[in-house]
Every structure is written in C-alpha cells, then in structure tokens.
C-alpha cells in the first residue's frame, strides 16, 4: 500500500508560481513512476506531467515550459514547479503513483493523493 500526502497548493496570481510537493509512504516494493494529475470542476482529469523511477519524464502539450517535475529518491517525494501559472491551470491537482505492492509482483496498482487545490485568479 502507498500513502501519498500532497502540499503547496494555495491560491496565485497570474503570472505566479506553486510548488507542489507529493511524499509516498507505507508498504510496497517498488514505485515504476509518480505524476500529476489536475481536475477542474466539471471536467474530466487529465495527466499533466509523469516521471518514472529512471527519470524519463512527459508533460501535456499546456505546460510545456511551464512546469516542471522532478522526485528526490531518497525521500519518496515528487515535485512539481509551476511557473507563468495562468487562470486554465486552476483545479485540484492529485499526485499518483503507480507501484508494486510485493516482490516478484506483475501488477503496478495506481494510488491517489487527497489532492491539493490551486487557483489562478487576479
């Protein structure tokens, strides 16, 4: 089992920047890779940046250049930099991570943050 516990939502102006950080904890072999996720209300989720345990990383075409992922290995912990935050960027963002729950395991089982509200808005 992974508990992720996510911080640094908050509201900002346009033109701002967030730091979001997401730390994964408990009972589990291995992370294969951690990401972002936001959803506005009324839409659907969608992915706004992955990054696997060997470092690859992919972002949605709206915040290239914008944001950033990274991950401390060390201490199970993934980031996300948000810079030049515009209004569309609001929502609640979610970190997930994708894991093995034991050794020898076939199955990587899709875990959920609570989520972290962000809001562009002058």
């Known amino acids: 089992q992974v508990q992720l516990v996510e911080s640094g939502g908050g509201l900002v102006q346009p033109g701002g920047s967030l730091r979001l950080s997401c730390a994964a904890s408990?009972?589990?072999?291995?992370?294969?890779?951690m990401g972002w996720y936001r959803q506005a209300p009324g839409k659907q989720r969608e992915l706004v940046a992955a990054i696997t345990s060997g470092g690859n990383t992919n972002y949605r075409d709206s915040v290239k250049g914008r944001f950033t992922i990274s991950k401390d290995n060390a201490k199970n912990t993934v980031y996300l930099q948000m810079n030049s935050l515009k209004p569309e960027d609001t929502a609640v963002y979610y970190c997930?991570?994708?894991?093995?729950?034991?050794?020898?395991?076939?199955?990587?089982?899709?875990?959920w943050g609570q989520g972290t509200q962000v809001t562009v808005s002058s």
């Open positions: 408990g009972s589990f072999f291995s992370i294969n890779a």
């Open positions: 997930n991570a994708d894991a093995l729950r034991y050794p020898g395991g076939t199955t990587y089982y899709r875990y």
